[in-house]
């Protein structure tokens, strides 16, 4: 049995997959303890769906992000090249804030103290000019022993040349017992400085997620879930190869989802934590680019509001990856799905600034205490609040009717919070609970639109030819207010959208991504766009170094995948290549085919609005992407012997705030709407995970997979 859990801020939610149909379930997030919540949901699933069976759990984790966001990762020891120690907090010339003259760098991941320079020198081809030696090893080995260091980074100039002094200074390291990461196993390409920041956040990371991974085994192990147990996260994983495969058959085990797109083992990601900074947003992506395929729509946009952010990604055909990737201001280098985050949710706090503007987020009311409506000791009003205020969520049918919102607390919450307000800022700031609320969901929107309008019109890209796909558990609150502001072609709300991440999850495939620098000129690529320089012998020669090339990275990622207890029978392969022209300093991903330089000139005329197809290309790095599909549930038309009368599933009517003022407007229980029903707003939907609101100016259509679909009107 699997099920995938994907926590959240406020919420956590849990998917299961019986045949066709889908069995959610969300908990209150634990903050003191994630794995409580977890553990709560899954056996709480398991126990309904299949009883007794082993589990395997498949988790969406903001550990890593909240990690590094937050400062709260390892004590790291770096071991560098000698004279390079600096180098991660020199960075890069360039400045994010051009014009501010009192900007101040957030200080490295680790101090100066904390780094350590070995005397090891490759040359770029690859050649080794000098090798550490053993005593400089012991030396090393005891400084970083007495220095307190919790994890080890180690990354040497021209190690995805040539990894041979990096092995040496990595398997002395580990044989004193350290946690080590290391730049030619996380990261063999070149750009020596995002290297080094990629292998420096994994190794800052290591140990918090690997702790946070072993705990949840060890209470699977100890509840009644018969999970994955602790020794899966066993610092010398091979010890334990035997112990685990033996186990495999009888037990579940613990997957986490990468940034990529593609689940991954408990065990890699407690080795490789970099890859799952971004976790829980891309499960959203991937379950938005299976529907947008399974309805044939090519160019869509995914919206997913939960209670702290909002994730948006633009998808134009299958879900992009990008390796120029920042968090916390710290450049990450391994594939990460091409998603933009913004401090919106649910329960984003509201605030007056000093000059009396009103504002919502990026600081949340998490899980406790939450939202004021949650009764669970929130004072401060929040867009969920302020929702509840303004009719659009109803005390009786959140959570299914599970969980009875307080109104009258949340009345009284935003009384005191304008009676608090300096007097300086009364006559500029709302002047009553309502006005309030009415500004607490515009500017919750204006952020919203602002990240809207990055991924796609500050791309180049016009709103008005995407569909707008939202889920989370607030995203349908705020859908058809954004779809009007940028024209957006229409909206879709899939099936439990406050789940719909942790569907992602649980649809996701295993996958593993690995790459290796070559920079290699292509011969005669100054005509690669014609036949004669396609079909040249030397040409076709370079093809086939290339596909050796290839079969070797692929050759050493089946062996990894069959060292973690993978088929690697059924692995559904993409190479692909980083390609430049000779003298840039960037590259373009494109797939590896016998006319890649075409189709290079081509994605280069695309990004940029043009090509030069008679200079030479640089091949800068081979990509491999290696897939194992997982189980996916037949997709059937619903079938209902009703008729389809969307009065039927009428349930009250209630006044609710559109266009300045309050509208007598229907409420509709979702579970009772049948395919082809279709009415106009105002009208607010529920369902057990989420609330979809449905303007005056809007027509919500229910189509065969029971998805609802909003409309504007003509004018």
Known sequence: MRVAVDTGGTFTDCVVLEGSEIKILKVFSTPDNSARGILEGVRRLAGESAPGEPVDIIHGTTVGTNSLLERRGARVALVTTAGFEDLIEIGRQSRPRLYDLNVRREPPLVPRPYRWGVRERVTAAGKILARPSSGELKRLVRALQRSGAESAAVCFLFSFRNPHNERLVARALRQSGLPVSVSHEILPEFREYERLSTVVINAYLAPRLGSYLANLARQAEASTLPSASASILATNPTAQREKVRARHRSAGRIYVMQSNGGITTAERAARE????????????????????ESLGIRRVISFDMGGTSTDVCLLDGPPRTTRETTLADLPVAVPVLD??????????????????????????????????CYGRGGTRPT?????LLLGRLDPDHFLGGAFRLDLPRVEDCFAQFLHGLPRNLRASGPKSPLELARGIVSVSNATMERALRVISVERGHDPRDFTLICFGGAGGLHAADLARSLGLAGVIVPRHPGAFSALGILLSDIVKDVSQSVLLTVP????AGGRSAASSPKFQSFLEQLRRRFDSIERRARIDLRREIFDTQRLRIERGLAVRYVGQAYELSVP???DFCGRFHLEHDKTYGHSQP?????????RVRLALP??????????????RNSSLAVNTEKPVWFESRFRPTRLYDRERLTPGARFTGPAIVFEYSSTTVVPPDFTCSVDEHLNLGLAQHAH
């Not at 005669?524 to 005509?527: A, F, L, N, Q, V």
Request: hydrophobic share 40%; charged share 15%.
């Open 614 to 622: 008679g200079r030479p290309i640089e091949i800068v790095s081979l």
């Open 273 to 292: 934590p970099v890859r799952t900074i971004l976790s829980g947003p891309a499960g959203g992506v991937v379950a938005a680019a299976r529907l947008a």
């Open 592 to 594: 590896f085919t016998h």
């Open 339 to 372: 998603v933009h985050s913004v401090g919106a949710g649910g329960g984003s706090l509201a605030r007056v600034d000093a000059g009396g503007a009103l504002r919502a987020g990026p600081e949340s009311a998490g899980a406790v205490p939450g939202p004021i």
């Open 524 to 527: 005669e690529s100054g005509e």
């Open 383 to 387: 867009v969920t609040d302020a929702h």
């Open 630 to 643: 997982t189980p996916q549930p037949p997709r059937r038309p619903a079938t209902f012997s009703r008729p």
